[in-house]
């Protein structure tokens, strides 16, 4: 068995919706599925981005926590 993870983001607007956000991860589903993937399940994935330093700390960011959509297929 092969399993495929794609990055899901959903795009919306501020009078849109769940259901546009639903509307876009079911056009991801069904486009995989027109390849031969089946969905398996949608998983949140918690990570760190790092800080830069800047120039002579000019510039500089802090690093922050991020959560990253994915959703699994298989084949």
Do not use: H
Not at 28 to 55: P, R
């Amino acid at each position: 068995m092969e399993y495929k993870v794609v990055p899901f983001n959903a795009v919306i607007g501020q009078k849109d919706g769940a259901s546009q956000a639903a509307s876009q991860l079911q056009s991801l589903i069904d486009t995989m599925k027109a390849e031969g993937w089946e969905y398996v399940d949608m998983a949140n994935v918690d990570t760190y981005v790092e800080g830069t330093s800047g120039c002579l700390g000019i510039g500089a960011k802090p690093g922050y926590s991020a959560s990253v959509a994915a959703v699994v297929f298989k084949k």
